[in-house]
Protein backbone atom coordinates (compact mmCIF):
# COMPACT_ATOMS: atom_id res chain seq x y z
CA UNK A 1 0.00 0.00 0.00
CA UNK A 2 1.80 3.30 -1.04
CA UNK A 3 1.41 6.72 1.06
CA UNK A 4 -1.03 9.64 0.46
CA UNK A 5 1.44 12.89 -0.39
CA UNK A 6 -0.60 14.28 -3.32
CA UNK A 7 2.23 14.43 -5.79
CA UNK A 8 2.50 10.43 -5.19
CA UNK A 9 -1.51 10.06 -5.52
CA UNK A 10 -0.85 12.22 -8.73
CA UNK A 11 1.68 9.45 -9.87
CA UNK A 12 -0.38 6.96 -9.51
CA UNK A 13 -3.67 7.78 -11.22
CA UNK A 14 -0.58 8.88 -14.25
CA UNK A 15 0.31 5.65 -14.18
CA UNK A 16 -2.78 3.67 -13.84
CA UNK A 17 -5.11 5.93 -16.47
CA UNK A 18 -3.72 3.97 -19.70
CA UNK A 19 -4.25 0.12 -18.08
CA UNK A 20 -7.60 0.07 -20.02
CA UNK A 21 -6.05 1.13 -23.51
CA UNK A 22 -2.89 -1.20 -22.87
CA UNK A 23 -5.48 -3.82 -23.15
CA UNK A 24 -6.99 -3.18 -26.52
CA UNK A 25 -4.19 -2.91 -27.85
CA UNK A 26 -3.18 -6.41 -26.90
CA UNK A 27 -4.73 -9.37 -28.33
CA UNK A 28 -6.10 -11.23 -26.04
CA UNK A 29 -7.92 -14.55 -27.53
CA UNK A 30 -6.45 -17.67 -26.28
CA UNK A 31 -6.77 -19.37 -29.93
CA UNK A 32 -5.67 -16.43 -31.85
CA UNK A 33 -1.94 -17.22 -33.77
CA UNK A 34 -1.14 -13.72 -32.14
CA UNK A 35 -2.13 -14.19 -28.70
CA UNK A 36 -0.37 -11.76 -26.42
CA UNK A 37 0.39 -9.31 -29.43
CA UNK A 38 0.26 -5.32 -28.72
CA UNK A 39 0.34 -4.10 -31.76
CA UNK A 40 -2.98 -3.41 -32.51
CA UNK A 41 -2.14 -1.97 -35.92
CA UNK A 42 -0.63 -5.62 -36.96
CA UNK A 43 -3.05 -8.15 -35.19
CA UNK A 44 -6.26 -6.30 -35.47
CA UNK A 45 -6.53 -3.64 -38.20
CA UNK A 46 -3.60 -5.54 -40.48
CA UNK A 47 -2.60 -2.12 -41.39
CA UNK A 48 1.48 -3.40 -41.03
CA UNK A 49 3.00 -6.33 -42.43
CA UNK A 50 4.68 -7.68 -39.47
CA UNK A 51 4.47 -6.74 -35.58
CA UNK A 52 6.54 -3.65 -33.44
CA UNK A 53 8.73 -5.42 -30.55
CA UNK A 54 8.69 -2.64 -28.34
CA UNK A 55 5.05 -2.75 -27.73
CA UNK A 56 5.75 -5.94 -25.69
CA UNK A 57 7.08 -3.75 -23.23
CA UNK A 58 3.46 -3.10 -22.02
CA UNK A 59 3.54 -6.23 -19.72
CA UNK A 60 5.56 -4.11 -17.35
CA UNK A 61 3.21 -1.29 -16.66
CA UNK A 62 0.11 -4.33 -16.23
CA UNK A 63 2.70 -6.16 -13.76
CA UNK A 64 3.15 -3.49 -11.85
CA UNK A 65 -0.63 -3.11 -11.73
CA UNK A 66 -1.21 -6.38 -11.07
CA UNK A 67 0.87 -6.74 -7.92
CA UNK A 68 0.67 -3.19 -6.72
CA UNK A 69 -2.59 -1.43 -4.82
CA UNK A 70 -2.45 1.83 -6.83
CA UNK A 71 -5.49 4.87 -6.68
CA UNK A 72 -7.48 3.77 -10.00
CA UNK A 73 -5.70 0.72 -10.40
CA UNK A 74 -8.69 -2.27 -10.87
CA UNK A 75 -6.16 -4.82 -11.95
CA UNK A 76 -4.48 -5.70 -8.59
CA UNK A 77 -4.78 -9.51 -8.03
CA UNK A 78 -6.55 -10.21 -10.87
CA UNK A 79 -5.35 -13.49 -12.57
CA UNK A 80 -6.53 -12.49 -15.68
CA UNK A 81 -4.26 -9.81 -15.50
CA UNK A 82 -1.31 -12.33 -14.57
CA UNK A 83 -2.45 -14.36 -17.74
CA UNK A 84 -2.29 -11.44 -20.00
CA UNK A 85 1.39 -10.63 -18.69
CA UNK A 86 2.38 -14.09 -19.41
CA UNK A 87 0.96 -14.33 -22.64
CA UNK A 88 2.74 -10.93 -23.64
CA UNK A 89 6.33 -12.51 -22.58
CA UNK A 90 5.31 -15.45 -24.67
CA UNK A 91 4.40 -12.94 -27.50
CA UNK A 92 7.78 -11.44 -27.47
CA UNK A 93 9.50 -14.81 -27.62
CA UNK A 94 7.33 -16.23 -30.83
CA UNK A 95 7.88 -12.92 -32.45
CA UNK A 96 11.45 -12.29 -32.03
CA UNK A 97 14.25 -13.23 -35.12
CA UNK A 98 16.09 -16.44 -34.73
CA UNK A 99 19.04 -14.25 -33.23
CA UNK A 100 16.76 -12.75 -30.19
CA UNK A 101 16.28 -9.00 -31.97
CA UNK A 102 12.83 -7.68 -32.68
CA UNK A 103 11.60 -5.22 -35.69
CA UNK A 104 10.31 -1.42 -34.48
CA UNK A 105 8.99 0.74 -37.33
CA UNK A 106 10.24 -1.69 -40.36
CA UNK A 107 10.84 -5.17 -41.33
CA UNK A 108 14.06 -7.03 -40.43
CA UNK A 109 15.27 -3.64 -38.64
CA UNK A 110 16.66 -5.71 -35.38
CA UNK A 111 15.96 -2.35 -33.21
CA UNK A 112 18.05 -2.26 -30.42
CA UNK A 113 15.78 0.41 -28.62
CA UNK A 114 12.56 -2.27 -28.70
CA UNK A 115 14.73 -5.22 -27.90
CA UNK A 116 15.96 -3.35 -24.88
CA UNK A 117 12.66 -1.58 -23.78
CA UNK A 118 10.79 -4.94 -24.43
CA UNK A 119 13.78 -7.28 -22.51
CA UNK A 120 13.99 -5.33 -19.69
CA UNK A 121 10.16 -5.43 -19.21
CA UNK A 122 10.02 -8.97 -19.31
CA UNK A 123 12.45 -9.68 -17.05
CA UNK A 124 11.14 -6.96 -14.45
CA UNK A 125 7.38 -8.14 -14.96
CA UNK A 126 8.23 -11.95 -14.09
CA UNK A 127 8.82 -11.43 -10.57
CA UNK A 128 6.08 -9.11 -10.15
CA UNK A 129 3.60 -11.76 -10.96
CA UNK A 130 5.36 -14.59 -9.80
CA UNK A 131 5.49 -16.24 -13.19
CA UNK A 132 8.16 -19.21 -13.29
CA UNK A 133 11.00 -18.04 -15.41
CA UNK A 134 11.87 -21.18 -17.15
CA UNK A 135 9.82 -21.24 -19.69
CA UNK A 136 11.18 -17.99 -20.85
CA UNK A 137 14.56 -18.42 -20.61
CA UNK A 138 16.00 -19.56 -23.70
CA UNK A 139 14.04 -16.13 -25.16
CA UNK A 140 15.45 -13.97 -22.50
CA UNK A 141 18.91 -15.15 -22.88
CA UNK A 142 19.21 -15.05 -26.92
CA UNK A 143 17.92 -11.62 -26.84
CA UNK A 144 20.48 -10.53 -24.28
CA UNK A 145 23.16 -12.16 -26.17
CA UNK A 146 22.03 -10.29 -29.39
CA UNK A 147 21.79 -6.36 -27.22
CA UNK A 148 25.43 -7.40 -25.57
CA UNK A 149 27.07 -7.84 -29.08
CA UNK A 150 24.92 -5.27 -30.86
CA UNK A 151 26.21 -1.77 -30.95
CA UNK A 152 23.79 0.57 -32.60
CA UNK A 153 24.95 3.64 -35.03
CA UNK A 154 24.78 6.63 -33.01
CA UNK A 155 25.26 7.68 -29.53
CA UNK A 156 22.31 7.05 -27.74
CA UNK A 157 23.09 7.13 -24.00
CA UNK A 158 19.14 5.76 -22.74
CA UNK A 159 19.66 2.85 -25.12
CA UNK A 160 23.23 2.26 -23.43
CA UNK A 161 22.15 2.69 -20.08
CA UNK A 162 18.96 0.29 -20.66
CA UNK A 163 20.88 -2.64 -22.35
CA UNK A 164 23.60 -2.88 -18.96
CA UNK A 165 20.13 -2.58 -16.66
CA UNK A 166 18.91 -4.90 -18.72
CA UNK A 167 21.55 -7.86 -18.89
CA UNK A 168 22.48 -7.06 -15.20
CA UNK A 169 18.94 -7.77 -13.85
CA UNK A 170 18.93 -10.85 -16.07
CA UNK A 171 22.40 -11.85 -14.43
CA UNK A 172 20.52 -11.64 -10.98
CA UNK A 173 17.37 -13.32 -12.76
CA UNK A 174 19.24 -16.54 -13.57
CA UNK A 175 22.35 -16.47 -11.63
CA UNK A 176 24.72 -16.05 -14.55
CA UNK A 177 27.85 -14.17 -13.88
CA UNK A 178 28.67 -13.86 -17.28
CA UNK A 179 25.39 -11.81 -18.11
CA UNK A 180 26.68 -8.83 -15.57
CA UNK A 181 30.25 -9.32 -16.83
CA UNK A 182 28.49 -8.20 -20.51
CA UNK A 183 26.54 -5.17 -18.62
CA UNK A 184 29.73 -3.99 -17.40
CA UNK A 185 31.29 -4.18 -20.86
CA UNK A 186 28.15 -1.68 -21.97
CA UNK A 187 28.38 -0.08 -18.79
CA UNK A 188 31.96 1.44 -19.11
CA UNK A 189 31.17 2.55 -22.82
CA UNK A 190 28.13 4.35 -21.99
CA UNK A 191 30.16 5.90 -19.13
CA UNK A 192 32.74 7.36 -21.71
CA UNK A 193 29.66 9.20 -23.04
CA UNK A 194 29.29 11.35 -20.31
CA UNK A 195 29.99 15.04 -20.85
CA UNK A 196 32.38 17.02 -18.20
CA UNK A 197 29.24 19.03 -17.59
CA UNK A 198 27.28 15.82 -16.46
CA UNK A 199 24.79 15.36 -18.93
CA UNK A 200 25.26 11.84 -21.67
CA UNK A 201 25.32 12.38 -25.34
CA UNK A 202 21.75 11.97 -27.27
CA UNK A 203 22.90 11.57 -30.81
CA UNK A 204 24.95 14.22 -30.53
CA UNK A 205 23.39 17.41 -27.60
CA UNK A 206 22.03 17.02 -24.71
CA UNK A 207 18.25 16.35 -24.26
CA UNK A 208 17.09 16.72 -20.40
CA UNK A 209 14.13 14.30 -21.01
CA UNK A 210 15.77 10.98 -22.21
CA UNK A 211 19.02 11.92 -19.68
CA UNK A 212 15.96 11.12 -17.32
CA UNK A 213 15.79 7.89 -18.60
CA UNK A 214 19.59 7.26 -18.41
CA UNK A 215 19.61 8.65 -15.14
CA UNK A 216 17.22 6.45 -14.10
CA UNK A 217 18.54 3.04 -15.04
CA UNK A 218 21.97 3.68 -13.57
CA UNK A 219 20.27 4.70 -10.15
CA UNK A 220 18.54 1.18 -10.83
CA UNK A 221 22.06 -0.40 -10.87
CA UNK A 222 23.37 0.99 -8.27
CA UNK A 223 20.63 -0.57 -6.22
CA UNK A 224 21.36 -3.55 -7.38
CA UNK A 225 24.94 -3.91 -7.58
CA UNK A 226 26.21 -0.82 -4.95
CA UNK A 227 30.03 -1.69 -6.27
CA UNK A 228 29.57 -0.17 -9.49
CA UNK A 229 31.56 3.02 -10.21
CA UNK A 230 28.15 4.84 -10.23
CA UNK A 231 28.46 7.66 -7.45
CA UNK A 232 30.46 10.41 -9.54
CA UNK A 233 28.72 9.93 -12.21
CA UNK A 234 25.36 10.17 -11.18
CA UNK A 235 25.84 13.01 -8.44
CA UNK A 236 27.47 14.88 -12.08
CA UNK A 237 23.96 14.21 -13.95
CA UNK A 238 21.91 15.01 -10.89
CA UNK A 239 24.31 18.83 -10.46
CA UNK A 240 23.86 19.28 -14.06
CA UNK A 241 20.07 18.90 -14.06
CA UNK A 242 19.58 20.37 -10.47
CA UNK A 243 21.43 23.68 -11.40
CA UNK A 244 19.42 23.51 -15.39
CA UNK A 245 15.96 22.93 -14.04
CA UNK A 246 14.15 26.29 -15.31
CA UNK A 247 11.79 27.84 -12.21
CA UNK A 248 8.16 26.24 -13.15
CA UNK A 249 10.06 22.88 -12.72
CA UNK A 250 9.81 21.18 -16.14
CA UNK A 251 12.68 20.15 -17.98
CA UNK A 252 11.06 18.98 -20.98
CA UNK A 253 10.30 21.19 -24.51
CA UNK A 254 11.66 21.98 -27.66
CA UNK A 255 14.61 23.53 -26.09
CA UNK A 256 16.25 20.04 -25.39
CA UNK A 257 18.33 18.80 -28.92
CA UNK A 258 15.50 16.16 -29.23
CA UNK A 259 12.82 18.26 -28.34
CA UNK A 260 11.48 15.62 -26.12
CA UNK A 261 9.12 16.24 -23.48
CA UNK A 262 10.08 13.62 -21.48
CA UNK A 263 10.78 13.28 -17.70
CA UNK A 264 11.51 9.67 -15.85
CA UNK A 265 10.68 10.11 -12.34
CA UNK A 266 11.57 6.78 -10.47
CA UNK A 267 15.55 7.40 -10.38
CA UNK A 268 15.55 10.44 -8.82
CA UNK A 269 13.50 8.50 -6.00
CA UNK A 270 15.94 6.08 -5.25
CA UNK A 271 18.78 8.37 -5.29
CA UNK A 272 16.86 10.76 -3.26
CA UNK A 273 18.37 8.37 -0.33
CA UNK A 274 21.98 9.97 -0.92
CA UNK A 275 21.31 12.82 -3.23
CA UNK A 276 18.99 15.52 -1.63
CA UNK A 277 19.21 17.74 -5.06
CA UNK A 278 17.35 14.28 -6.34
CA UNK A 279 14.22 14.65 -4.53
CA UNK A 280 14.45 18.51 -5.42
CA UNK A 281 14.38 17.50 -9.25
CA UNK A 282 11.55 15.45 -8.75
CA UNK A 283 9.23 17.46 -6.51
CA UNK A 284 9.34 20.13 -9.20
CA UNK A 285 9.21 18.18 -11.99
CA UNK A 286 5.99 16.33 -11.02
CA UNK A 287 4.73 19.38 -9.19
CA UNK A 288 4.86 20.84 -12.91
CA UNK A 289 2.93 17.80 -14.46
CA UNK A 290 -0.58 19.30 -13.76
CA UNK A 291 -1.38 18.42 -16.62
CA UNK A 292 1.35 15.97 -17.72
CA UNK A 293 2.15 15.94 -21.55
CA UNK A 294 -0.13 13.66 -23.48
CA UNK A 295 2.05 10.45 -24.33
CA UNK A 296 -1.29 8.53 -24.96
CA UNK A 297 0.01 7.23 -28.50
CA UNK A 298 -0.27 3.30 -29.43
CA UNK A 299 3.30 2.84 -29.93
CA UNK A 300 5.13 4.98 -27.24
CA UNK A 301 2.39 4.81 -23.69
CA UNK A 302 4.16 2.45 -21.95
CA UNK A 303 7.16 4.52 -21.26
CA UNK A 304 6.19 6.85 -18.92
CA UNK A 305 3.19 4.22 -17.81
CA UNK A 306 5.88 2.30 -15.84
CA UNK A 307 8.00 4.71 -14.87
CA UNK A 308 5.36 6.49 -13.06
CA UNK A 309 3.96 3.59 -11.30
CA UNK A 310 7.78 2.69 -10.55
CA UNK A 311 8.32 6.27 -8.55
CA UNK A 312 4.84 6.00 -6.82
CA UNK A 313 6.09 2.92 -5.30
CA UNK A 314 9.36 4.49 -4.18
CA UNK A 315 7.86 7.79 -3.46
CA UNK A 316 9.47 9.36 -0.31
CA UNK A 317 7.04 11.24 1.68
CA UNK A 318 9.66 12.97 4.13
CA UNK A 319 11.83 14.97 1.35
CA UNK A 320 13.12 18.70 1.38
CA UNK A 321 11.32 21.58 0.74
CA UNK A 322 11.41 22.47 -2.75
CA UNK A 323 13.63 25.52 -4.21
CA UNK A 324 14.37 27.44 -6.99
CA UNK A 325 17.82 26.97 -8.26
CA UNK A 326 20.40 29.46 -7.35
CA UNK A 327 20.02 32.95 -8.23
CA UNK A 328 23.07 33.30 -10.57
CA UNK A 329 23.20 32.66 -14.09
CA UNK A 330 24.23 29.47 -15.59
CA UNK A 331 25.87 28.80 -19.05
CA UNK A 332 26.98 25.13 -20.01
CA UNK A 333 28.92 25.73 -23.34
CA UNK A 334 29.11 22.07 -24.16
CA UNK A 335 25.41 21.88 -23.80
CA UNK A 336 24.81 24.93 -25.52
CA UNK A 337 22.53 26.16 -22.59
CA UNK A 338 22.09 28.86 -20.43
CA UNK A 339 19.82 30.38 -17.42
CA UNK A 340 20.09 33.99 -16.97
CA UNK A 341 18.34 35.87 -14.35
CA UNK A 342 17.61 39.45 -13.46
CA UNK A 343 15.20 40.32 -10.81
CA UNK A 344 11.75 38.30 -10.96
CA UNK A 345 12.70 37.04 -14.62
CA UNK A 346 14.43 33.83 -15.66
CA UNK A 347 15.74 33.15 -19.20
CA UNK A 348 16.31 29.53 -20.87
CA UNK A 349 18.06 29.94 -23.76
CA UNK A 350 19.38 26.84 -26.65
CA UNK A 351 22.43 28.45 -28.21
CA UNK A 352 23.01 25.61 -30.52
CA UNK A 353 19.11 25.66 -30.91
CA UNK A 354 19.76 29.33 -33.01
CA UNK A 355 18.37 30.83 -29.50
CA UNK A 356 15.52 29.04 -29.06
CA UNK A 357 13.99 30.13 -25.76
CA UNK A 358 11.63 29.92 -22.93
CA UNK A 359 11.02 33.15 -20.76
CA UNK A 360 9.85 32.60 -16.94
CA UNK A 361 8.14 34.97 -14.41
CA UNK A 362 9.10 34.15 -10.64
CA UNK A 363 7.94 30.12 -11.54
CA UNK A 364 5.52 31.00 -14.49
CA UNK A 365 6.39 30.31 -18.00
CA UNK A 366 5.71 33.10 -19.76
CA UNK A 367 6.25 32.92 -23.44
CA UNK A 368 8.02 30.02 -25.47
CA UNK A 369 10.31 30.41 -28.63
CA UNK A 370 11.81 28.03 -31.47
CA UNK A 371 12.86 30.90 -33.44
CA UNK A 372 12.18 32.27 -36.92
CA UNK A 373 10.59 30.10 -39.64
CA UNK A 374 10.13 30.85 -43.08
CA UNK A 375 9.08 28.73 -46.44
CA UNK A 376 10.84 29.74 -49.03
CA UNK A 377 9.36 29.27 -53.12
CA UNK A 378 11.49 28.10 -55.63
CA UNK A 379 9.70 26.77 -59.18
CA UNK A 380 7.08 24.87 -58.05
CA UNK A 381 8.36 23.83 -54.44
CA UNK A 382 7.71 25.25 -51.33
CA UNK A 383 10.41 24.26 -48.70
CA UNK A 384 10.82 25.14 -44.90
CA UNK A 385 13.40 27.01 -43.05
CA UNK A 386 14.30 27.28 -39.53
CA UNK A 387 16.93 28.52 -37.06
CA UNK A 388 16.51 25.88 -34.32
CA UNK A 389 18.10 23.08 -35.83
CA UNK A 390 21.19 21.98 -33.28
CA UNK A 391 24.37 23.37 -35.09
CA UNK A 392 27.85 23.12 -33.56
CA UNK A 393 28.69 25.99 -35.64
CA UNK A 394 26.60 28.45 -34.41
CA UNK A 395 28.19 31.69 -33.25
CA UNK A 396 27.60 32.88 -29.93
CA UNK A 397 27.95 35.67 -27.84
CA UNK A 398 27.69 36.27 -24.14
CA UNK A 399 27.50 39.40 -22.46
CA UNK A 400 25.89 40.12 -19.05
CA UNK A 401 21.86 39.41 -19.42
CA UNK A 402 22.79 39.17 -22.75
CA UNK A 403 23.05 36.77 -25.82
CA UNK A 404 23.60 36.79 -28.95
CA UNK A 405 23.41 33.89 -31.50
CA UNK A 406 23.76 34.16 -35.21
CA UNK A 407 24.51 31.11 -37.88
CA UNK A 408 23.10 29.34 -40.89
CA UNK A 409 19.57 28.47 -41.44
CA UNK A 410 18.39 24.91 -41.97
CA UNK A 411 16.40 22.55 -44.12
CA UNK A 412 13.24 21.45 -41.88
CA UNK A 413 12.71 17.77 -42.67
CA UNK A 414 9.20 16.83 -43.42
CA UNK A 415 9.31 13.82 -46.08
CA UNK A 416 6.18 11.44 -45.90
CA UNK A 417 5.95 7.75 -46.19
CA UNK A 418 4.77 7.21 -49.91
CA UNK A 419 3.77 4.02 -51.47
CA UNK A 420 6.54 4.35 -53.67
CA UNK A 421 8.93 4.95 -51.20
CA UNK A 422 7.13 1.96 -48.92
CA UNK A 423 8.17 -0.41 -51.59
CA UNK A 424 11.72 0.93 -52.01
CA UNK A 425 11.86 0.34 -48.27
CA UNK A 426 10.27 -3.13 -48.19
CA UNK A 427 12.43 -4.55 -51.34
CA UNK A 428 15.51 -3.22 -49.81
CA UNK A 429 14.83 -4.88 -46.23
CA UNK A 430 14.07 -8.05 -47.83
CA UNK A 431 17.58 -8.13 -49.73
CA UNK A 432 20.49 -6.10 -49.07
CA UNK A 433 18.96 -5.08 -45.20
CA UNK A 434 17.97 -8.20 -43.40
CA UNK A 435 21.90 -9.07 -43.93
CA UNK A 436 22.93 -5.45 -43.05
CA UNK A 437 20.00 -3.70 -41.18
CA UNK A 438 22.75 -0.96 -39.32
CA UNK A 439 23.33 0.28 -42.71
CA UNK A 440 19.74 1.26 -43.45
CA UNK A 441 19.80 2.35 -39.88
CA UNK A 442 22.54 4.53 -40.36
CA UNK A 443 21.01 5.87 -43.82
CA UNK A 444 17.50 6.70 -42.08
CA UNK A 445 19.20 8.70 -38.82
CA UNK A 446 21.07 10.62 -41.38
CA UNK A 447 18.22 11.23 -43.18
CA UNK A 448 15.76 11.92 -40.20
CA UNK A 449 17.74 12.80 -37.59
CA UNK A 450 21.19 14.37 -37.68
CA UNK A 451 21.66 15.44 -41.26
CA UNK A 452 20.85 19.02 -41.18
CA UNK A 453 21.01 20.55 -44.95
CA UNK A 454 21.95 24.57 -44.77
CA UNK A 455 20.93 27.23 -46.55
CA UNK A 456 22.34 30.38 -48.40
CA UNK A 457 19.95 31.86 -45.17
CA UNK A 458 21.47 33.61 -42.54
CA UNK A 459 20.00 34.43 -38.50
CA UNK A 460 21.43 36.70 -36.66
CA UNK A 461 18.99 36.68 -32.69
CA UNK A 462 19.68 38.84 -29.81
CA UNK A 463 18.64 38.34 -26.70
CA UNK A 464 18.41 41.32 -24.04
CA UNK A 465 16.87 40.43 -20.46
CA UNK A 466 15.90 42.97 -17.75
CA UNK A 467 13.77 42.82 -14.35
CA UNK A 468 10.47 43.70 -16.22
CA UNK A 469 11.41 41.52 -19.78
CA UNK A 470 12.86 40.55 -22.48
CA UNK A 471 13.67 42.00 -25.36
CA UNK A 472 14.54 40.20 -28.91
CA UNK A 473 15.71 41.12 -32.51
CA UNK A 474 15.58 38.84 -35.31
CA UNK A 475 17.36 39.17 -38.57
CA UNK A 476 17.36 37.39 -41.46
CA UNK A 477 19.97 37.92 -44.61
CA UNK A 478 19.84 35.99 -47.61
CA UNK A 479 17.71 35.71 -51.13
CA UNK A 480 14.90 33.51 -52.68
CA UNK A 481 11.29 34.53 -52.68
CA UNK A 482 9.86 34.06 -49.28
CA UNK A 483 6.15 33.31 -49.26
CA UNK A 484 5.39 33.14 -45.27
CA UNK A 485 7.22 33.61 -42.08
CA UNK A 486 6.64 33.35 -38.42
CA UNK A 487 7.52 32.14 -34.81
CA UNK A 488 6.10 29.49 -32.69
CA UNK A 489 6.26 28.21 -29.24
CA UNK A 490 7.25 24.88 -30.18
CA UNK A 491 8.46 23.78 -33.80
CA UNK A 492 10.45 20.42 -34.40
CA UNK A 493 12.20 19.66 -37.67
CA UNK A 494 13.81 16.36 -36.85
CA UNK A 495 12.32 13.16 -36.41
CA UNK A 496 12.35 11.81 -32.57
CA UNK A 497 9.57 9.33 -32.13
CA UNK A 498 8.89 11.27 -28.35
CA UNK A 499 8.81 14.45 -29.96
CA UNK A 500 5.70 16.35 -30.49
CA UNK A 501 3.36 15.32 -27.92
CA UNK A 502 0.98 17.87 -26.73
CA UNK A 503 1.66 19.67 -23.76
CA UNK A 504 -0.28 23.14 -22.87
CA UNK A 505 2.62 25.97 -23.96
CA UNK A 506 1.76 24.83 -27.72
CA UNK A 507 -1.41 26.73 -27.09
CA UNK A 508 0.51 29.97 -27.29
CA UNK A 509 -0.44 31.93 -30.59
CA UNK A 510 1.87 32.19 -33.67
CA UNK A 511 3.46 35.16 -34.31
CA UNK A 512 3.16 36.32 -38.11
CA UNK A 513 5.95 37.73 -39.46
CA UNK A 514 5.02 37.49 -43.63
CA UNK A 515 3.94 41.30 -43.54
CA UNK A 516 7.70 42.44 -42.71
CA UNK A 517 9.69 40.45 -45.20
CA UNK A 518 12.00 42.93 -47.18
CA UNK A 519 12.82 42.47 -51.05
CA UNK A 520 16.01 41.49 -52.41
CA UNK A 521 19.02 39.55 -51.46
CA UNK A 522 20.60 40.96 -48.84
CA UNK A 523 18.40 41.87 -45.23
CA UNK A 524 15.00 40.45 -45.44
CA UNK A 525 13.63 40.85 -42.12
CA UNK A 526 14.96 42.92 -38.94
CA UNK A 527 12.13 42.33 -36.32
CA UNK A 528 12.40 43.79 -32.92
CA UNK A 529 9.96 42.61 -30.22
CA UNK A 530 9.16 43.00 -26.69
CA UNK A 531 8.00 40.18 -24.36
CA UNK A 532 7.01 40.12 -20.70
CA UNK A 533 5.73 43.38 -19.34
CA UNK A 534 2.17 42.07 -20.26
CA UNK A 535 1.86 38.71 -19.58
Given at each position: ?13 L??R????L?T???RN ?10 R ?10 P ?5 E ?16 D??G?P???E??R???S????S??S ?10 E ?10 Y ?11 D ?15 A???E???L ?14 S??V ?13 DRL ?6 E ?12 Y ?5 A ?6 EL?PEL?L ?5 R ?21 R??N????H ?8 I ?10 V??M ?5 Y ?6 GH ?6 KT???WRD???EP ?5 R????P ?14 L?A??K ?10 R ?56 K ?8 L ?5 N ?10 L??T ?7 R ?8 D ?17 C??G????S ?11 V ?10 E ?6 L?L???R ?5 E
Amino acid sequence: MTGSHPLRKRLERLGTRSLPKLLTLQDRNPHSPTYGCFDRNFWHLRITDFPSGMAQEFVLPLALAYSNRLEGNDFFGDPMIREWVRAGISYAARSAHSDGSCDDYYPFEKAAGAAAFSLYACIEAIPATGLDPAPFLPFLTQRAEWLARHQESGRLSNHEALIANALYRLSALVGEPRFAELGRRRLDRLLTWQSEEGWFFEYQGCDPGYLSLTIANLAELAELRPELPLKAPLLRAIGFLHSLQPPDGWLGGEWTSRNTNNFFPHGFELLGKTIPEALDINTRAVGAMDPAPEYDDDHIIGHHCWSYIKTALSWRDTRPEPSLSPDRDVVFPEAGLSLLRKGPMTLLTAEKKGGAFRLYRGDRLIHADTGVSLQLRRGDRTRTYVCHLWSDDNEIERCPASVTVSGAMGRAKSSQMTPLKNLVLRSLMLTLGRFNPDLIRAILQRLLITGKPRSGLRFARHLALDDSGLTVRDRIEGGGEIVDCGIGPAQTSIYTVMSRVYHPVQRQPWCDLSAEIMPGSALRLDHTRRIGEAE
